[in-house]
């Protein structure tokens, strides 16, 4: 089994097409257009599709290098969202911003470090 998944180990530079998250004592291949988003929860990575959620180990800013930085943005200090899978920015009433994650009833807040990825420019 670790012979197979030093096969399926992508190398550690360039942008991940897939990543393996554990299921049990099996492993899941989860293409990166199907995650969601991630965030990190204490010493781990949540890894977060339409259908599941899974813990890994590997820190949030290496999973960061390893994404398409085109497909995944960093939203706040401790979460990245698939551009794809937004679906609406809202206006808190204190003014910050929260995407909500299509396919999940999850609000993600907006720091003001990243807000303006999502500030709409008027002109042509």
């Known amino acids: 089994m670790i012979q197979l998944l030093r096969q399926l180990t992508p190398p550690s530079h360039g942008n991940r097409e897939w990543l393996t998250v554990p299921s049990g004592s099996e492993?899941?291949?989860?293409?990166?257009?199907?995650?969601?988003?991630?965030?990190?929860?204490?010493?781990?990575?949540?890894?977060?599709?339409?259908k599941s959620s899974?813990?890994?180990?590997?820190?949030?800013?290496?999973?960061?290098?390893?994404?398409?930085?085109?497909?995944?943005?960093?939203?706040?200090?401790?979460?990245?969202?698939?551009?794809?899978a937004i679906e609406?920015?809202?206006?808190?009433?204190?003014?910050?911003l929260e995407i909500n994650v299509r396919d999940r009833a999850t609000f993600l807040p907006v720091s003001a470090a990243y807000a303006h990825r999502f500030r709409v420019r008027s002109g042509v």
Do not use: C
């Open 27 to 50: 492993y899941k291949v989860i293409s990166a257009e199907e995650v969601l988003y991630l965030r990190a929860i204490h010493e781990y990575t949540e890894v977060v599709t339409q």
């Open 54 to 84: 899974s813990l890994v180990t590997t820190p949030l800013q290496q999973m960061r290098e390893r994404l398409d930085p085109e497909a995944f943005w960093h939203i706040r200090r401790g979460a990245i969202v698939n551009v794809s």
């Open 88 to 96: 609406s920015i809202h206006r808190t009433f204190r003014g910050l």
